[in-house]
Structure formats: structure tokens, C-alpha cells
């Protein structure tokens, strides 16, 4: 790896700048691995400000050598009585050359992910499929889309999501589902067969591809969108999905995962 300096004495060099959110003054700093950390919570947001202080890093030019399970601190004791993660770094590099830089970001990010896989199977904490796909995001090594994971959206921002995947570029959109082998349910629901029946007889017929999934997204947005009419011109919908909330939550039964695996293969897309 080329350097500029060599290597740096981060506690010299102000690395504690890097930091967003340490408490002040820390009370009881121990060690992540000597911590019984099955009385932690898994906590998004210690993780994703852990993955800012990284990505501050790197925003200041500085490289960790690399980051383990040894480095992870827990500091608690505010008068909060939350906790925040801190990262002790030891050595790190200024890099000069770009492909030295990503190539030493992508480690690092899979360095992130790991050390809070091994968290997780020291404390013997079983996560939810959403968790889990939550930390495997971390690789990405995007901040942004890891404070945008769909794993507390409400149901209103469910809804406005598949309104902006139709309202973006269509090829962006299908090209990202054609590589996450995303398709329609492998079951198809009454509720659905009656609409593609109810848009095959209208006057102008709507037919949809059952084999793009892409189709599919756009048949539940168009559903979202024109509910009331849906509704009024499929009386089983209305039978069976009080109201947009309930189509939503039949959308996740049909497809499990389906806000992560859509969310993975292409982020929040901008119309």
C-alpha cells in the first residue's frame, strides 16, 4: 500500500475528531468481547454511527490498518443510560493512490460487518431475518442506505416506495430486479387473480408479463395508487383488504423480505 507519511499516530493526528457520538464524560468503557453482550440489544443505531465514524475517517484520509473484534469499546453510563460504540484504531495509513484507498475501504467495511456478526454469535442473539440482512448491508459500505434500511419504515413509506420504483427510470429499475431475481410470488393469491381479471376486461386491456417481476411491482402500485377505484371495481379486494395497510402486509406474505430484497437491489430510487 503506498502511504503519503507512513503510518500515523492517530491520537496525535486528532483522530478523535473522526468520532460523531461519544459520550461525555464515558463512564465504564469496557471491551465489547469481555461484555455480556446477550443484555445488549441489537441497536441499529450504534451500528450505523459506528459505520459513520469509519466513513468520517476516510474523509479525513485515514485508513485503519484493519478493525476486529478486539477494537469495539462499549461506553455507557450517560445519563441517558444508553450506549455508544467507539473504535479503538492504532495504526492507520494516508493513502495516496485511489485503488489503494478502495481497495483497503472494501476490507475494512467487510472488517465492520464481521466484527458485529461475531457480537451477535458471541451473545447468542438470534436475528430477525431483517436484522441480519441489516448488517450484511454494511459491506455495501454506504452510510446513507443504511440509515434508509426498510427495517422501521411505516406502512405509509412502504407505499410511497413502490410509487417512486415505477416513477423511475424503468430500465434502471428493471435491470436492478433482473439481478436480484426478483418475480412474482410463486403462489398467486385470489386477490391477484381477480384484478389481472378485472384489467383484462376493461376497455382498454392492461396485461402484465408474469414472468418480470417488474410487472408485479407495477401491478401492486397501481393497486396502491387507485384503491379506492380497485375497490369499487373488485369487490374481493375490498373483502379482503380493509384498506391499503392490509394489501401491504398481504404483499409480505406473499413474498417475504420483500421491502429488503427490493431495497438491496437498488436503494431508494429517485424518479
Same mark, same amino acid.
Given at each position: 500500500?503506498? @502511504?503519503?507519511?507512513?503510518?500515523?499516530?492517530?491520537?496525535?493526528?486528532?483522530?478523535?475528531?473522526?468520532?460523531?457520538?461519544?459520550? $461525555?464524560?464515558?463512564?465504564?468503557?469496557?471491551?465489547?468481547?469481555?461484555?455480556?453482550?446477550? +443484555?445488549?440489544?441489537?441497536?441499529?443505531?450504534?451500528?450505523?454511527?459506528? &459505520?459513520?465514524?469509519?466513513? +468520517?475517517?476516510?474523509?479525513? %484520509?485515514?485508513?485503519?490498518?484493519?478493525?476486529?473484534?478486539?477494537?469495539?469499546?462499549? &461506553?455507557?453510563? %450517560?445519563?441517558?443510560? /444508553?450506549?455508544?460504540?467507539? *473504535?479503538?484504531?492504532?495504526?492507520? #495509513?494516508?493513502?495516496?493512490?485511489?485503488?489503494?484507498?478502495?481497495?483497503?475501504?472494501?476490507?475494512?467495511?467487510?472488517?465492520?460487518?464481521?466484527?458485529?456478526?461475531?457480537?451477535?454469535?458471541? @451473545?447468542?442473539?438470534?436475528?430477525?431475518? =431483517? @436484522?441480519?440482512?441489516?448488517?450484511?448491508? *454494511?459491506?455495501?459500505?454506504?452510510?446513507?442506505?443504511?440509515?434508509?434500511?426498510?427495517?422501521?419504515?411505516?406502512?405509509?413509506?412502504?407505499? &410511497?416506495?413502490?410509487?417512486?420504483?415505477? @416513477?423511475?427510470?424503468?430500465?434502471?429499475? $428493471?435491470?436492478? =430486479?433482473?439481478? !436480484?431475481?426478483?418475480?412474482?410470488?410463486?403462489?398467486?393469491?385470489?386477490?391477484?387473480?381477480?384484478?389481472?381479471?378485472?384489467?383484462?376486461?376493461?376497455?382498454?386491456?392492461?396485461?402484465? %408479463?408474469? %414472468?418480470?417481476?417488474?410487472?408485479?411491482?407495477?401491478?401492486?402500485? $397501481?393497486?396502491?395508487? $387507485?384503491?379506492?377505484?380497485?375497490?369499487?371495481?373488485?369487490?374481493?379486494?375490498?373483502? /379482503?383488504? !380493509?384498506?391499503?395497510? #392490509?394489501?401491504?402486509?398481504?404483499?409480505?406474505?406473499?413474498?417475504?423480505?420483500?421491502?429488503?430484497?427490493?431495497?438491496? !437491489?437498488?436503494?431508494?430510487?429517485?424518479?
Amino acid at each position: 500500500m503506498m @502511504a503519503a507519511k507512513g503510518k500515523y499516530d492517530l491520537e496525535l493526528e486528532g483522530y478523535k475528531d473522526a468520532f460523531r457520538r461519544i459520550p $461525555h464524560p464515558p463512564v465504564g468503557v469496557c471491551k465489547v468481547k469481555d461484555l455480556k453482550v446477550r +443484555h445488549i440489544d441489537y441497536d441499529g443505531n450504534a451500528l450505523s454511527d459506528t &459505520c459513520q465514524a469509519l466513513e +468520517h475517517m476516510f474523509e479525513m %484520509n485515514l485508513y485503519p490498518k484493519e478493525i476486529t473484534l478486539d477494537d469495539i469499546f462499549v &461506553c455507557n453510563g %450517560n445519563e441517558r443510560g /444508553s450506549f455508544a460504540i467507539q *473504535i479503538l484504531v492504532l495504526e492507520a #495509513d494516508r493513502l495516496v493512490r485511489k485503488w489503494d484507498r478502495e481497495q483497503r475501504k472494501k476490507k475494512l467495511w467487510i472488517d465492520v460487518k464481521t466484527v458485529f456478526q461475531e457480537i451477535c454469535n458471541e @451473545a447468542q442473539v438470534c436475528l430477525s431475518s =431483517l @436484522a441480519s440482512g441489516f448488517i450484511d448491508c *454494511i459491506e455495501n459500505g454506504d452510510v446513507n442506505m443504511l440509515e434508509g434500511y426498510p427495517d422501521t419504515w411505516s406502512w405509509n413509506k412502504k407505499a &410511497c416506495y413502490l410509487l417512486y420504483i415505477i @416513477a423511475s427510470d424503468s430500465s434502471t429499475v $428493471h435491470q436492478a =430486479l433482473q439481478k !436480484a431475481k426478483f418475480q412474482w410470488p410463486t403462489q398467486i393469491n385470489l386477490i391477484l387473480k381477480k384484478v389481472l381479471e378485472y384489467n383484462k376486461k376493461k376497455p382498454k386491456p392492461i396485461k402484465y %408479463n408474469m %414472468n418480470d417481476g417488474y410487472d408485479y411491482i407495477k401491478l401492486c402500485r $397501481h393497486i396502491v395508487k $387507485h384503491w379506492a377505484s380497485y375497490c369499487n371495481s373488485v369487490p374481493y379486494l375490498q373483502r /379482503s383488504c !380493509a384498506n391499503v395497510q #392490509d394489501f401491504l402486509r398481504k404483499m409480505e406474505e406473499w413474498t417475504p423480505g420483500i421491502w429488503c430484497t427490493l431495497y438491496k !437491489a437498488m436503494g431508494w430510487p429517485r424518479p
